[in-house]
Each structure stands twice: as C-alpha cells, then as structure tokens.
C-alpha cells in the first residue's frame, strides 16, 4: 500500500503552465503505475495521464500534446506538467496508484490521494 499526497496546484492564468507532484509513502512504490485523473463540478472523474512502473507514459487525447507525466523512484514523486492551461483544465486534480488493468479507469486505481485544486482564469 501506498499513502498519496498532492502539491502544486494553485491559481493561473490562461496560457500559464503548473507541475504538479505527488509523494508517496510506503513500500513498493516503483512497482506500481501512478496515474493522474481530474475532476471539476458536476463532471465525472477524468483520466489525464499514467505512467507505468516500466516508465511508459500514456495520456487522454483531451490534454495530449500538452501535459507530460514523469516519476523519480528514488524520491517516490510522480509529477504532472501542464501547459497552455485553458480554463477548462479547472478542476480537482488526484494521483493515484495502480497494480493493473485499463488505468484510464479510475476502477484500477487503488490507491488516492486527497486532490489538489487547479483554477486557470481566463
């Protein structure tokens, strides 16, 4: 089991970029694909990206070309960059961990952290 903490979200304006983090706690955390979803008010939550323990990435057609995904094992960190932030890409965003299956689903995921909210103004 991992323990899952957020950083890094925050205010910004249209166009901005942000990297968010996520630290983790506990065993085993290179063994695990970590992945980020979102979620803003009134939607469900989205996949954005995943990163596999073999280090391969995969990303939602929705934010692809301007997110990028990476993890530091040695620091037990998985990062988020966004870019060109729209104020669409407001919403909660959550790292999670998965041992398996579809992680776009967020079913896959067993592990959560509490969110971290991004607002982007226009």
């Known amino acids: 089991q991992v323990q899952l903490v957020e950083s890094g979200g925050g205010l910004v304006q249209a166009g901005g970029s942000l990297r968010l983090s996520c630290a983790a706690s506990?065993?085993?955390?290179?063994?695990?694909?970590l992945g980020w979803f979102r979620q803003s008010p009134g939607k469900e939550r989205e996949f954005v990206a995943a990163?596999?323990?073999?280090?391969?990435?995969w990303y939602a057609g929705s934010t692809k070309g301007r997110v990028t995904i990476a993890r530091d094992n040695a620091k037990n960190t998985v990062y988020l960059h966004i870019y060109s932030l729209k104020p669409e890409d407001t919403a909660v965003y959550y790292c999670?961990?998965?041992?398996?299956?579809?992680?776009?689903?967020?079913?896959?995921?067993?592990?959560w952290g509490q969110g971290t909210q991004v607002t982007v103004s226009s």
């Open positions: 999670a961990a998965s041992l398996g299956g579809d992680l776009t689903k967020a079913t896959m995921y067993t592990n």
């Open positions: 506990g065993r085993y955390f290179n063994t695990y694909t």
């Open positions: 990163i596999s323990s073999s280090d391969s990435p």
